[in-house]
């Protein structure tokens, strides 16, 4: 049967959908308004910072209209000219009413102020309904001041861990690089940094994220259906938006942590026109085990660290311009040196990204954002020992240009459209190597280009009062381009029958990606509403791990000729209701997930296999799916705090090389998965935080037979089905208490003779953590072994469960002034 | 990937504790494992799997083995019909037909019937190359301690698999602590062994000629006097080696490469997943390995 989703278009269909696309522009511009309506506009900031708040609600009283800010602060309102009653507020600020008389378009910015400890009851007026009047399903935003308080793994503050206590999002487990979002691989989440894709999110094999929690004002999730202006991948979206620096003060923040320590510099280049953000991060494992290692030690020189600066430079030019200037950079480094058999190596992987932004309003109703990226994420493997020595290298770099528009056309519509092309360069596999003299055959590098473009269009629309769709169509594309060189290789002698080598930019193979989106809300009552959603996605890039567990050795890999893109098809429904003027949140969320073209190395692969040959020779392809219904409940605010998250779900996965093509679970298939966290503020200067986890085992294969090998003396292992078993449960209990010092201190004023409070310079807080309270040895792998000798009937066979993480506690300093 | 198994173990503040599965009752599955080398007679051992978890004991050797099969050999011109010989409880199926020792540049395959179940494989035996020179690469660090050295041209025609095994055939001049306090006097190795990584394609190599070098193997699972503590791995001044190189075959090299990989991992997370890669086809599983070998002999001084 013909199926539009996944059929290919020709290049003629392409540039007529092209075609109609501009001509849907063209008409939006060109559309008139027959009643006076007026547009109120501007930029929503903290009033003490000057930083542009994210998703600040802006209300019209008694017209039940409503719109909320962009990533930039802007928002943009048409309303009927004359006096209007607009509502400004943002969680955990002080509202904003403003009467307006419109006569004219107008622009107007808003700062809000933090609020106070006495002002709860406007905070809680404040609160936003988006949870049911949104038409975004699956979208969490996370406020990094709640993020802090949450029991953090060795003290350090950590979004990625964060959101794995969401419903739907699963870990992989500890040592384990990435997160699983309603049964999508790890590849298939878009992580941006200020727009950049960041390919690795995590520090030392997953134990931390690369988001230093200091630089970063807002974190937000989509697992469900992406809007289209989102694409690329297949699972979810985790966009990352950086501090933009303080406008106003020259401000320091600070910590010292058991493992790491952080400082944070931000301060105004010009008040209120231009500022700057640095901050950095280093662990010091290294630097304090040192001491402790003698010069005599074998493995003197060994050790491990990592680093990461985040900087970013702001400026707004003009009321209508404004300039942000992003870049991260971070590495892990692994050093091992054994002296006594003069064997070392050097592991050092990490991110680089840039990202150049330039908001400019064409007018008070069309905003658009153009952006340049640079993304690099490398990872080497360098070493030697008596005379022969290597360096194993992979990486990818992405060059980014995007245009982003969003025109506010009335009260019933807002529309977004734009383009977006990456050129992308792909290092697979690299290696040099030599002994002696002697350099060894690794031939060039097999290097792949490709060319990701899209253009998208999406129209929120208000029906009526109850109805709101999100309709999105985008169309993306991919070519793969030369030079390239394709290897033949003679599966008997594993030799290159041929090779076929392709020109610089020569089209290999081109794919049409069409990618219609749809999402809609009806709002059942004030605080009630049910939610639908289908996307379908097109992913171009593909992450192949040779391991059972993610690792920063997993190469990135990009469609070819023969590796198609990964399509994916989601269908949610969901209910959602708030409660108590919307200080508790709740919503059931049904979704199915049908994925094609994925990939896995075949069995016995092995690193060395991709030199001098194409990655995509050891693949082979199959297709999954993943259905679950999530349960979330959220009290947003009060002295005590938190949410509990359920879900249900099943993740499969069929490969036809794979246990003669039959299904079997995803490794990361889990059918219960349970957080709770919680936190309680004592009084103005003490809070504490709890979480608890629980998820199902993950699935593992297990040995079910042996034999005995008489040429090797060795007992060879007969495994059973992919992933058949299951490990025991995971579960644990964080908790963390977190003292504020006091911010001032009091003095006697010698001329009043009375004491007085004097703010303090320095502002500090003590956070005391304790990561798997009742030290639950919770399975990381499974190993299996047997002693004695079997050829003298004495052996005994077993298995053994390693754990990592006991009973952790930690503290860390954190300071500001 | 053995690297980074090291990683973590260095990094990680691990503990361990043993643990119990519920596996169900599986079918023992046939097993083939067979060899043909230059100027030797064909060696078959056909045995039964048994389930992972299985208690040994000292009647395994009397229940493993599979008997009374039907094993036929073919160099591709004349079959060889094998008879069943046991040697010291090990039963092997053989020829004592010279026509039936291996022979460099012939293609053998092998059938084997027991029952309603069949297997068949094929393995063949490639020219020999010889090693240009070996030498002992003496450990600073370890006074009396080293490795082999060895130069080696390889052929300029892609696709030449090697495997490489060493065997001391000069004896223990003392004794270990227990179990081995009884070895003076006795022979270091009993047979060839190959390290771990004995096996290589030329990927990298071809055409070119350069000096590696290759540390002492262990009897497979089974540990020696001197394979604990720091001559593990190592040659001593004195040994008496017999270095056997061999040239095999692709699926030969995949297959011990993978069960070399398997036998340090024990099921590791970081170690690629699945079954060996056995060439063996039919109701059950095995590896046919035929093997082009030279000899050499280096006095370690």
């Known amino acids: 049967m013909f199926n539009l989703f996944t059929f290919n278009l020709n290049k003629t269909l392409y540039f007529r959908i092209v075609k109609n696309y501009l001509f849907i522009i063209y008409l939006l511009f060109s559309l008139t308004f027959f009643s006076q309506q007026y547009t109120l506009s501007g930029y929503v900031k903290d009033a003490k910072t000057g930083e542009f708040l994210i998703g600040a609600t802006i209300f019209v009283d008694g017209e039940s209209k409503g719109t909320s800010s962009n990533v930039y602060g802007f928002y943009s309102i048409t309303l009927k000219a004359g006096e209007s009653n607009v509502k400004y507020s943002y969680i955990g600020y002080n509202g904003n009413n403003k009467k307006i008389n419109l006569t004219r378009d107008t622009r107007l910015n808003i700062d809000l102020k933090e609020a106070g400890d006495l002002l709860e009851e406007v905070i809680i007026d404040a609160l936003s309904d988006e949870n049911t009047t949104g038409t975004q399903m699956g979208k969490i935003d996370l406020s990094m001041d709640k993020i802090k308080t949450i029991p953090a793994f060795m003290g350090e503050v950590d979004v990625l861990k964060t959101i794995q206590f969401l419903p739907g999002v699963s870990s992989g487990g500890e040592g384990n690089t990435g997160f699983y979002v309603r049964g999508g691989g790890p590849d298939q989440n878009l992580i941006l940094l200020d727009e950049a894709t960041v390919y690795n999110a995590s520090h030392l094999f997953g134990f931390f994220s690369v988001f230093n929690a200091d630089a970063i004002k807002n974190v937000s999730l989509i697992k469900g259906g992406m809007p289209s202006n989102y694409g690329g991948r297949l699972s979810s979206v985790l966009d990352i938006s950086m501090k933009e620096g303080n406008y106003k003060n020259f401000q320091m923040d600070g910590g010292i942590g058991a493992i790491a320590s952080r400082l944070t510099l931000q301060g105004p280049i010009k008040e209120d026109t231009a500022s700057y953000i640095i901050s950095g991060r280093r662990t010091y494992i290294d630097v304090l085990t040192k001491p402790f290692i003698p010069d005599t030690s074998s493995f003197k020189g060994s050790g491990y660290f990592f680093y990461d600066l985040t900087a970013k430079l702001n400026w707004r030019l003009s009321d209508r311009d404004r300039l942000y200037l992003s870049s991260y950079f971070g590495r892990d480094v692994f050093t091992f040196n054994n002296q006594d058999l003069d064997f070392k190596f050097n592991v050092p992987w990490g991110n680089a990204t840039a990202s150049l932004r330039w908001n400019h309003l064409f007018s008070d109703k069309l905003f658009v954002n153009t952006t340049a990226v640079f993304t690099d994420y490398n990872f080497a493997f360098e070493g030697g020992a008596s005379g022969f020595n290597f ?220 030199l001098n040959n194409n990655v995509d020779n050891q693949l082979t392809f199959g297709k999954g799916y993943s259905y679950g219904a999530e349960f979330f409940i959220k009290k947003r605010m009060g002295d005590f705090n938190g949410w509990i998250g359920y879900t249900y779900s099943k993740t499969m996965r069929k490969f036809d090389e794979i246990d003669n093509g039959e299904w079997f679970p995803a490794k990361y298939d889990r059918r219960n998965d349970l957080s709770i966290v919680g936190q309680y503020q004592i009084n103005d200067r003490i809070n504490i935080g709890a979480v608890f986890v629980y998820a199902t085992g993950n699935s593992l294969s297990l040995p079910e037979r042996r034999w005995f090998s008489l040429q090797e003396n060795r007992i060879i292992t007969v495994w059973s089905k992919r992933n058949e078993y299951r490990l025991d449960p995971y579960h644990r209990v964080d908790i963390s208490l977190t003292i504020d010092a006091k911010p001032y201190k009091k003095i006697l004023n010698p001329a009043t003779n009375e004491i007085e409070k004097i703010d303090k310079k320095i502002i500090s807080s003590w956070n005391f953590s304790v990561y798997n309270i009742y030290n639950r040895a919770n399975p990381y792998f499974i190993f299996f072994d047997y002693s004695g000798d079997p050829l003298q009937g004495t052996a005994e066979f077993g298995a053994s469960q390693v754990s990592l993480f006991p009973i952790l506690p930690s503290i860390t300093w954190n300071f500001k002034f | 990937m053995k690297n980074l198994n090291y990683i973590f173990i260095f990094l990680i503040i691990s503990c361990t504790k043993t643990i119990e599965f519920n596996l169900p009752q599986t079918d023992q599955t046939m097993i ?84 309603n179940k069949t297997l068949t494989a094929r393995a063949k035996i490639p020219q020999p190359l010889e090693i240009d020179s ?114 095999t075959t692709y699926p030969v090299y995949l297959y011990v490469r993978a069960m070399e990989n398997a036998a340090v991992s024990n099921g590791s997370i970081f170690a690629s997943s699945g079954n060996l890669p056995y060439n063996v086809q039919g109701d059950g599983l095995g590896i046919f390995y035929g093997y082009g070998v030279s000899y050499d002999t280096l006095i370690c001084e």
């Open chain 1, 391 to 610: 360096k194993l290298a992979s990486g990818i770099r992405d060059l980014n240009l995007k245009q982003d528009f969003t025109f506010y056309k009335n009260s019933l519509h807002n529309l977004k459209f734009g383009w977006n092309y990456t050129f992308h360069r792909f290092i697979p596999s690299s290696l040099s190597a030599s002994s002696g003299d002697v350099e060894f055959d690794t031939q060039d590098d097999v290097k792949v280009y490709g060319n990701e473009s899209a253009l998208y269009f999406l129209d929120e629309w208000n029906v009526n009062e109850n109805l709101k769709i999100n309709v999105g169509f985008r169309l993306s594309m991919y070519q793969h381009i030369g030079p390239f060189t394709r290897y033949y290789k003679n599966p008997n002698s594993g030799v290159t029958d041929s090779t076929r080598k392709y020109s610089s930019f020569q089209n290999i193979k081109t794919y049409f990606g069409p990618e219609p989106r749809f999402s809609a809300r009806y709002l059942l009552s004030d605080q009630s509403s049910v939610k639908v959603g289908i996307s379908h996605n097109y992913q171009y890039i593909h992450l192949a791990s040779i391991s059972s567990v993610s690792l920063p050795t997993d190469l990135w890999f990009p469609s070819t000729e023969t590796v198609k893109p990964q399509i994916g098809t989601q269908y949610n429904i969901g209910y959602f209701k708030n409660f108590f003027d919307n200080e508790y949140e709740a919503s059931v969320e049904i979704y199915y997930k049908d994925l094609k073209n994925l990939i896995e190395y075949k069995e016995n692969s092995f690193p060395e296999d991709n």
């Open chain 2, 32 to 115: 083939l494992e067979a060899t043909v080398e230059s100027g030797l007679p064909p060696r078959i051992v056909i045995t039964n799997s048994q389930g992972y978890f299985d208690p040994i004991d000292s009647s395994l050797l009397n229940e493993i083995f599979i008997h009374d099969a039907d094993v036929v050999l073919s160099d591709g011109n004349q079959e060889f019909i094998l008879q069943e010989f046991n040697f010291n409880g090990i039963y092997v199926y053989s020829s004592l037909d010279f026509a039936a020792f291996g022979q460099y540049g012939k293609t053998y395959s092998l059938k084997v019937n027991k029952g």
């Open chain 2, 134 to 247: 070996l030498w002992f690469e003496k450990y600073e660090a370890y006074d009396s301690l080293g490795l082999i050295g060895a130069k080696f041209t390889d052929p300029d025609t892609l696709g030449n698999c090697y495997r490489w095994f060493a065997q001391r055939i000069n004896t223990y001049k003392y004794n270990y602590p227990y179990p081995f306090d009884n070895v003076k006097g006795t022979v270091k190795d009993n047979r060839p062994l190959a390290p771990i990584g004995s096996s290589t394609d030329d990927k990298l190599f071809n055409g070119l000629t350069f000096d590696f070098i290759f540390a002492r193997g262990e009897d497979g699972d089974f540990e020696g006097p001197d394979d604990e503590g720091v001559e593990e791995g190592f040659f001593k001044t004195g040994d008496t080696i017999l270095v056997k190189s061999t040239t």
